[in-house]
């Protein structure tokens, strides 16, 4: 490494992130799980595909791809009496694990001829009970072993390693998928979360994140923070409405592909190795974000983003909406890595587990239930027709959002004390804290 290049590296946002000794010894095992989930985007709408019948094919992927994340919503509202203390080791490696033993189910029946569709939608169901508490984990763990000025960085590499792996991970499922079936991608998927389990159980030394102070906040606790500070609720309701409106995109867009000429794996990868690529270069520039205004960024993020999806379903040639789809990626990182780091900073420390845990579930049960939504709509306007209302309606909110903040920007009251730290960053345009 030439000395420029070095020096470029360690005055970048990152240089703290990847040189801190807990997240060197973790990062790797979040990037394997990462890599699985990549492979995981193809294999679990294809094995269902494979096993639904075929009059009711669109229903059971819609099934199939919320049953992998929607049970983590009501994990996180059930669970929070017994998970909100653990530490946020524990909560990443004990989601992993479940992840690990109910996906890693699915081949094992599958090659003893006993998997069926409902079946099958059960384990994925079972495997994401704890997704949103191993969320909060993980970016609890970020934001309590950096600083604060580091927590964005922090985030983006996350985003960055899903990225990555979201590139890398379709055209490998698409080789395991053409020589041993979509059900031995899931079972690559198992051992890859059994992976992430043990590092986060070993490598994390006890006492890396601070401990933070005991609450009597009720398990719905994280809710009502949310509640209190305008910043983050108004944030959240933009996010679940962009997340719900691209739920439908999960269904109609395998569905459109496997309906067209060619090879309809390897077009379905290519869809998701191009968006892939695109929140790879959208995660690094995510983290030099810190000085961007956070209504007009968010805003803009969702209008652009339904812009780019409009291609697919207005009949626009594979090669034209497959680079459309590319670029909707660049902006999924940034959206993501800029609210996270709001919710950081402005949620009280003892409740922030909770806290991006509510904000987790919220987002978990938004795209499922879009998803879900997709099996109805694809049968009644067709899967070209879903895409086109999930495109509009994206770019529809993020126009109400850039109103809103407009209207936001006029001169108003001074804040109360409760809510002034997250309206200066809201009023001032702080993005360097935010997730959806």
Same mark, same amino acid.
């Given at each position: 490494?030439?000395?420029d290049?070095?020096?470029?590296?360690?005055?970048?946002p990152?240089?703290?992130?990847i040189r801190?000794p807990?997240l060197r010894?973790v990062?790797?095992g979040?990037?394997?799980?990462?890599?699985?989930?990549?492979?995981?985007?193809?294999?679990?709408a294809?094995?269902?595909?494979?096993?639904?019948?075929?009059?009711?094919?669109?229903?059971w992927v819609?099934?199939a791809?919320?049953?992998?994340?929607?049970?983590?919503?009501?994990g996180?509202?059930?669970?929070?009496?017994?998970?909100?203390?653990?530490s946020?080791?524990?909560?990443?490696?004990?989601?992993?694990?479940?992840?690990?033993?109910?996906?890693g189910?699915?081949?094992?029946?599958?090659?003893?001829?006993?998997?069926?569709i409902?079946?099958y939608?059960?384990?994925?169901?079972?495997?994401?009970?704890?997704?949103?508490?191993?969320?909060?984990?993980?970016?609890?763990?970020?934001?309590?072993?950096?600083p604060?000025?580091?927590?964005?960085?922090?985030?983006a590499?996350?985003s960055?390693?899903?990225?990555?792996a979201t590139?890398v991970?379709p055209?490998?499922?698409?080789?395991?998928?053409?020589?041993?079936?979509?059900?031995?991608?899931?079972?690559v998927d198992a051992?890859t979360?059994?992976?992430?389990a043990?590092?986060?159980?070993v490598?994390?030394?006890?006492?890396?994140a601070?401990?933070r102070?005991?609450?009597?906040?009720?398990r719905?606790g994280?809710?009502?923070?949310i509640?209190?500070i305008?910043?983050?609720?108004?944030l959240?309701?933009?996010?679940?409405?962009?997340?719900?409106?691209?739920g439908?995109?999960?269904?109609?867009?395998?569905?459109?592909?496997?309906d067209?000429?060619?090879?309809?794996a390897?077009?379905?990868?290519?869809?998701?190795? !191009?968006? #892939?690529?695109?929140? =790879? @270069? &959208?995660?690094?520039? %995510? *983290?030099? /974000?810190?000085r961007?205004?956070?209504?007009?960024?968010?805003?803009?993020?969702?209008?652009?983003?339904?812009?780019?999806?409009?291609?697919?379903?207005?009949g626009?040639?594979?090669?034209?909406?497959?680079?459309?789809?590319?670029?909707?990626?660049l902006?999924?990182?940034?959206?993501?890595?800029?609210?996270?780091?709001?919710?950081?900073?402005?949620?009280p420390?003892?409740?922030?587990?909770?806290?991006?845990?509510?904000?987790?579930?919220?987002?978990?049960?938004?795209?499922?239930?879009?998803t !879900?939504? #997709?099996g109805?709509l =694809? @049968? &009644?306007?067709?899967? %070209? *027709?879903? /895409?086109?209302?999930?495109a509009?309606?994206?770019?529809?909110?993020?126009?109400?959002?850039?109103?809103?903040s407009?209207?936001?920007?006029?001169?108003?009251?001074?804040?109360?004390?409760?809510t002034?730290t997250?309206?200066?960053?809201?009023?001032k345009?702080?993005?360097?804290g935010?997730?959806?």
């Amino acid at each position: 490494m030439g000395p420029d290049l070095s020096r470029v590296l360690r005055s970048s946002p990152y240089w703290p992130v990847i040189r801190h000794p807990t997240l060197r010894r973790v990062l790797p095992g979040f990037a394997v799980s990462a890599l699985g989930d990549g492979m995981a985007v193809v294999a679990v709408a294809w094995l269902a595909i494979e096993l639904a019948p075929a009059a009711d094919r669109g229903v059971w992927v819609a099934f199939a791809a919320a049953a992998y994340t929607l049970p983590g919503a009501l994990g996180a509202v059930l669970l929070g009496r017994l998970l909100r203390h653990r530490s946020p080791a524990r909560l990443v490696a004990w989601d992993a694990a479940l992840r690990a033993g109910a996906l890693g189910a699915v081949p094992v029946l599958h090659a003893f001829g006993a998997l069926g569709i409902e079946g099958y939608v059960a384990l994925l169901a079972v495997s994401s009970v704890l997704h949103s508490w191993g969320q909060a984990g993980v970016y609890t763990l970020i934001a309590g072993v950096l600083p604060e000025r580091d927590h964005l960085a922090g985030n983006a590499v996350l985003s960055g390693l899903g990225a990555i792996a979201t590139v890398v991970g379709p055209p490998l499922a698409t080789l395991l998928i053409a020589f041993g079936g979509p059900a031995t991608v899931l079972a690559v998927d198992a051992a890859t979360f059994l992976v992430s389990a043990v590092t986060f159980l070993v490598a994390v030394p006890r006492g890396a994140a601070p401990e933070r102070a005991a609450d009597a906040a009720s398990r719905s606790g994280g809710f009502a923070v949310i509640r209190r500070i305008p910043a983050l609720s108004g944030l959240l309701a933009l996010s679940f409405a962009f997340f719900f409106l691209f739920g439908p995109v999960y269904v109609a867009l395998p569905l459109h592909v496997s309906d067209g000429p060619g090879a309809p794996a390897a077009v379905l990868a290519a869809y998701y190795t !191009a968006f #892939g690529i695109g929140a =790879v @270069a &959208g995660s690094v520039l %995510a *983290g030099f /974000l810190g000085r961007w205004r956070l209504w007009p960024t968010t805003a803009g993020i969702v209008v652009g983003f339904g812009v780019l999806m409009l291609p697919l379903g207005l009949g626009a040639p594979t090669a034209v909406s497959v680079v459309c789809f590319g670029a909707a990626g660049l902006l999924w990182p940034p959206y993501s890595s800029l609210s996270t780091a709001l919710f950081q900073r402005s949620a009280p420390g003892a409740l922030l587990p909770q806290a991006l845990a509510a904000s987790s579930a919220v987002r978990v049960l938004s795209v499922p239930l879009g998803t !879900a939504l #997709g099996g109805p709509l =694809v @049968a &009644g306007l067709g899967a %070209a *027709g879903t /895409l086109r209302v999930s495109a509009a309606g994206i770019a529809l909110v993020g126009l109400a959002a850039a109103a809103a903040s407009l209207r936001a920007a006029r001169p108003r009251p001074e804040p109360t004390a409760d809510t002034d730290t997250a309206e200066r960053e809201a009023g001032k345009g702080s993005a360097a804290g935010a997730r959806p």
